[in-house]
């Protein structure tokens, strides 16, 4: 025993097949990482296609060696089994592990290391990475659009007051806990609408109005996605309950509406509500493009609820709908009680996505002319103090949304989790 | 109790009347107002405005008509590009993320994570006005594969010239009958003698040969012709000859088919894992090897959960590519709601026109999806 059986790594010669594995592997990964981070090449020496291959021959070498089963060792056993179960995925592995490390310095380089925040003007952006100087100076209008500066303020307590009103949930005694579907249906939405109608627009109590053509960044985005989910939802309930109901002209309605609307993209809904709807209404009617939009949106994404909501009806067995009937219970009675809690308790990761889906919409209502995060960056990027800067402002917000996005899938997640009953 | 029935019923009847009474009457009164008459018309006239980028002739003589199907045209084909890119992704990626391999399961896992939670304008526009304008000029742009060049004005690579392309692709044609043909022979004889037939095998050397012979006996023949760099001022160059992709298309396809191939990989994922592990395992202690429990057990168990929530992605694709107006590519809304609608000042008829193709468009594939769910639907007594 005590030979080196390079071909056939076993349980004998665990050792130095080990040893031996390990070190190809560490030199292998050593490689790559100097070539990257210190632009430094050991290897130089060789012709130059063997320099680049090298490091991976002798990874995928270092891995064939460090593959033995049932070693003893139990970190060795979780690598192999982990990264290392055969030689394609010990290629995977290493070109992963390559690509990881070549990538990370010219990113960190670009985001960080030789990036610019300083300064106030183009000028400041010496540096070869990213200008975050850019970003810095248009916060502002990224997050709030062409609203004037000085009354920025009411945005955010607007803002304030709606998260705080939202939080009513969590802190309601006991007693009055059956009132809460009451208000976040009909009350929070009606305060909301007063608070924004009041403080964001203005117009009185001494508030200067400012029109909506003037609202925008992100806080449109939230103002649209917030109005159109609330709308969205009780009518999305209402035509999943028509579809499912046997009365043949509130059925066929509500499956004609619901087609129509997801048969067409948002854009031509935006489009219709922007050039075809007015002509629809009475000429002396004026209604703002805000509304006009945010109706658009509710009816495009009820369309949407309404279907995520008929899955979970349809999931619950019949048995449900025969014991509520047999207790005497009509047809509202046994939906608001029985069913609707249950169906809705099912949907959850369904209703999470329709709304992802509607705050990732939101960005389009720039086809109408509106310029939310998305459309301020369109604006931005092409302002002639600023060109040439369209990376980072996209970059930019793409974290925004990133974050946002990412964290109501989570939200999500955690709301099925704390409701998941088995049945 | 007949009341119950009724009144309900009624009332949204009359709420329906009532609305689109409303709008048309309406609708009538404003066009009369401005002294705008409603008809289609207008279709057959002169449309006098040029397309960028068409896959048919066109030309600003030509008719809305002609305009709206160049615009349809360069939907389908963004579509159609996006959606096969999106499911060769997909599919790679849905099985990586079942990978026993943590890195590449983790990988995977965060490609999806990253591209579909941020929105698919945002994706087009950094691709369209960041990442492709970060390529070089016409004159710096080096060869890929000595005849393939990608620039910031679009990708160029060599175009293929045909003599007699009908009679090859006839020969397709006759290729793929003769295809099913053979299956179908090849089924009847395994389900009636027990005998294989190798028919993949098979399959592939028809494909082959038939159209490889037409070269020989069909007079088809195939040249090609690459991409020239042309100097058109001092500073100003230019790719003549040969295949030219836009930009625009480029970025298009390319955002749409990463932010869908997440889904697809998604539903990918959820299909392969919806098999239950009794089915691998018994296929297993029958004697199956690992390949014939992939493609005889588990695909077909797993294609049946994959397909229908996939194909509502195509859908959505389809329907997202409409976002090309964004950037300038000039698809169907671009064309016909953004350009023909500016000229004519047709509102109605054209965003009804193009409304309805959607709705076309996405109703005959959910039909065509309807039918092919009961096809293969398992038959549960």
Sequence with gaps: ?423 | MKLKKILPQAITLLVVILIFGFFTMNAQLNMENRGIDFGYGFLSQESSFDVQFSLIEYSGSDSYARAYLVGLLNTLLVSILGIILCTILGVIVGIARLSPNYLIRTTAAWYVEFFRNIPLLLQIFFWYYAALRALPLPQDAEAIFGASYLTIKGFYTPSLIWENLDVFIYSVVAAIIVIIFVRIQAKKLRENVGKHLPVLNISIAILFVLPLLTFLFGGVNVGYETPELKQLAKTSFKFEGGLSIPPELLSLVIALSLYTATFVAECVRAGIQGVGKGQREAASSIGLNRKQVLNLIIMPQALRIIIPPTTNQYLNLTKNSSLAAAIAYPDLVLVFAGTALMQTGKAIEIVSITMLTYLTLSLSISFFMNWYNAKIAIVEK
């Design chain 1, 1 to 423: 025993m005590g030979t080196l059986n390079l071909l056939r790594p076993s349980k004998d010669n665990l050792q130095n097949n080990l040893y031996l594995g390990s070190f190809l592997v560490g030199i292998s990964i050593l490689d790559v990482f100097l070539n990257s981070f210190l632009k430094l090449n050991i290897t130089s020496y060789l012709p130059s296609i063997i320099s680049i291959v090298l490091p991976f021959l002798l990874g995928m070498f270092g891995f064939h060696l460090m593959r033995i089963e049932f070693s003893g060792i139990k970190n060795l056993d979780r690598l192999n089994k982990n990264i290392n179960t055969n030689n394609f995925n010990a290629a995977l592995t290493l070109l992963i592990i390559f690509l990881i490390i070549k990538a990370i310095p010219p990113v960190m380089s670009w985001m960080i290391l030789d990036a610019n925040i300083s300064g106030d003007s183009k000028d400041a952006c010496t540096g070869s990475g990213a200008c975050w100087t850019y970003i810095k100076v248009w916060f502002k209008r990224f997050m709030y659009g062409m609203y004037p500066n000085e009354h920025i303020w009411r945005v955010n307590l607007a803002f304030i007051f709606l998260v705080v009103l939202a939080f009513v949930g969590f802190v309601t005694p006991q007693k009055y806990r059956n009132l809460l579907t009451l208000y976040y249906v009909v009350i929070y939405p009606i305060i909301a609408f007063i608070l924004i109608y009041y403080l964001i627009s203005g117009g009185e109590f001494g508030l200067e109005w400012v029109e909506t053509g003037a609202w925008g960044g992100l806080s449109l985005t939230f103002i649209v996605s917030f109005f159109s989910l609330i709308f969205c939802f009780p009518l999305g309930m209402a035509l999943a309950l028509g579809r499912r109901t046997e009365l043949p002209i509130v059925k066929y309605v509500s499956v004609g509406f619901i087609e129509f609307w997801r048969g067409v993209p948002l854009i031509t809904v935006l489009f219709m509500s922007s050039v075809m709807f007015p002509m629809f209404l009475p000429e002396d009617f004026f209604m703002d493009k805000l509304v006009r939009v945010i109706i658009a949106i509710s009816l495009f994404e009820a369309a949407y609820v309404a279907e995520v909501i008929r899955g979970g009806l349809q999931a619950l067995p019949r048995g449900q709908y025969d014991a509520a009937k047999s207790l005497g219970m009509g047809y509202w009675k046994m939906h608001i009680f029985v069913i609707l809690p249950q169906a809705l308790k099912l949907v959850i990761p369904g209703m999470a996505n329709t709304f992802l889906a509607l705050v990732k919409d939101t960005p389009l209502i720039f086809v109408v002319g509106l310029a939310e995060l998305a459309g301020m960056l369109q604006m931005a990027k092409t302002n002639p103090k600023w060109l040439g800067y369209a990376m980072e402002g996209y970059v930019f917000a793409a974290i925004i949304f990133w974050i946002i996005c990412y964290a109501m899938s989570k939200y999500s997640y955690n709301l099925e989790l704390k409701y998941k009953t088995d049945r």
